[in-house]
């Protein structure tokens, strides 16, 4: 069994744990990755839209994760631009299972997490809900302390794209893209 992740759970206080399973991320080249992985969903927030709008539905998500590898090689740039690589496109099909669109990858640079740098993607996607196209942002880190893997991530709305009315304004009126960003990267920071 996979040691859970270690999360900021004073950070997470308006978050409610919507999941914690084990599941084997990739085999390739005799290599097995296995991961933990806990995801969070923002209840204040999607209090707050449905409360404006009736519309109830998560917005926004945190996900942190521990990785074993099987048998455990030496931590190499190789392996690390392995387990990234394909933490990458599971990340996209993560967004693409909870209803985001045309996820695009946006951006790659690292981020510095406890002594480590991570590789950081980020990705633009869109998702349709109640008649209202949103623009969203999503990103995931992964980097290796102590030569154990972790990954760490989300995607949060940003705007209203498409759509008018009272669904499209109480939404609008309710996305602080800027502090979504803080706060998922300080989560993400925080992740042991």
Do not use: H, K
Request: aromatic share 8%.
């Amino acid at each position: 069994m996979v040691a859970p992740p270690s999360v900021p759970d004073e950070r997470l206080t308006d978050w409610r744990r919507a999941s914690d399973r084990t599941e084997t991320l990739f085999s390739a080249a005799g290599l097995t990755v296995t991961a933990r992985i806990r995801l969070y969903e923002d209840d204040r927030l999607r209090a707050a839209v449905r409360e404006r709008t009736g519309v109830d539905r998560s917005w926004r998500f945190f996900l942190a994760a521990r990785l074993e590898l099987a048998p455990q090689p030496p931590v190499t740039g190789a392996l690390r631009g392995l387990v990234a690589s394909r933490a990458s496109r599971g990340f996209v099909e993560r967004l693409e299972d909870r209803g985001f669109r045309d996820v695009e990858r946006a951006e790659r640079r690292t981020l510095r997490v406890g002594d480590d740098d991570a590789r950081l993607f980020g990705y633009d996607a869109r998702c349709r809900v109640a008649g209202v196209t949103l623009s969203v942002d999503g990103w995931l880190a992964t980097w290796a302390p102590n030569r154990t893997f972790r990954l760490a991530g989300g995607a949060y709305p940003t705007g209203v794209v498409d759509g008018t009315g009272e669904t499209a304004a109480a939404l609008d009126g309710s996305l602080d893209p800027s502090a979504f960003r803080t706060e998922l990267f300080e989560l993400i920071r925080d992740t042991r």
